[in-house]
């Protein structure tokens, strides 16, 4: 049955298989998206599996940061290590039985060897390459020799590793459902089972696929020079090849790889600590790789939900060049959906952020929470960053005698501010401030009637230009040169907070 024909009746099966090496990386996702937007589209299957065979390399936590940023993204999986599955395990270090009865069959079908070679030799033989200009590769040393006939060689270790045996006629071309028909390099003898017993990536991914029943194989084009290795593999242990879809890159802004050595957004749980939405985070990553959803009318839309993409998705949009992950378009897509949000959303997002900077209470109090909800919808639109507001919040629930002022805010109080102050305190003054009284009369402590007193007390009462006459007042009430505006700022911290931190700032002048 070819390939074509049987994708035609087989549900699609997708997996990302990540490794448990540290912070997740964000191309984890970014494949994720792929994967789960075709399953949902076709009616398939989305599968988590956790390839921790790099026992060097592994880090407990790092599994469960994997569960939790994938969770927090929205790309949930169908199968996995924490939910089970018909394939269980989905985790390769409970599945190394698994893997040995195909290292025997290649071996005794001629496909395989032993390699008895130490590192140290491995090690020479490569710097001798590099220095002459040769390929580099494995030397085959151990290819036909017995385990007694390498022994009397240098560079003899007691425990071997089992290498493929590359054919000299190893296919180099295939079709690619991104990159069309592609050609890889030739590889060399690749270890598939290394001395620990755990097999390598080469091996494991290929059983997996197969057993695991994954009918598409998404991946970064970094994998495109290992694809004539498991095409073999298929081949030789007698298996249908899934079909490949070698997906762009994410580069930085020098059109490098990027890395998480080099660039902390590289980590996915750097975005969730800066404070970005995970739905802008997703919309972004779609689009590193594939186009806006067009209109009907022949416009085309940046802002999409994941279920729209998923409708929208296709293979042959991709563009194999990829995209420059340009944060200031992430920064832009989150400042977007920020502002989207219903105000009791954004509250809760805001919360844990506000707490961790101590902006306002923890555990938050209902009168904390009824003032904040009051607050949001002043800030909703100045933040692009959850963490953005926590300057904003914080002069709301800091105690009037303990509230700084910022020294770029002091620095640009002009002579004229002593003036101003007295001004606003006396025009405040006669305003009441119960709740009850709140009218658009003059009598009650509204935003509305608050604008109006000052206006006529400085704006009209001292002739000072409208753009300059507030500045004093905003620093006394929030100890910032910007703040959330300014008359409903006063209307919720109410009249005493209000003239507590006027008469504050007088007196410091």
Known sequence: MSTAASDSIRTPRLRVAPSPTGDPHVGTAYVSIFDLAFARQQGGSFILRIEDTDRTRFQADSEQQLYDTLHWLGLDWDEGPDKGGPFAPYKQSERLDTYQPYVEQLLADGHAYYCWCSSERLKEMREVQQKTKQPTGYDRMCLGKTKEERSRLPGFTETPVVRMQIPEDVPLEFDDLIMGRTKAPRPDDQVILKADGFPTYHLAVVVDDHLMEITHVVRGQEWISSTPKHLLLYGWLGWETPQFAHIPLLRDEKKAKISKRKSPWAKLTWFQEQGYLPEALVNFLALQGHPPIFEEDGTERETFTFEEFSQHFDWHKINPAGAVFNLDKLHWLNGHYLRELSE??????????????????EPGSEPALGRLQEIVPLIQTRINLLTDAAPLVAPFYVADDQLEIADDARAQLKETAPGVLDAAVAALDPISGAASDADDTGHGWTAANLEAALRAAIVDGLGIKPRLAFGPIRTAISGQRIS????????????????????????SL
Request: charged share 25%; net charge positive; no cysteine.
């Open 484 to 507: 959330p505006p300014l008359f409903e700022s006063m209307e919720i911290l109410g009249k005493a907070s209000t003239l507590r931190r006027l008469k504050a700032l007088r007196a």
């Open 344 to 361: 009791s959303d954004l509250v809760q997002r805001l919360l844990p952020f506000l707490q961790d900077a101590g902006a306002v209470p």
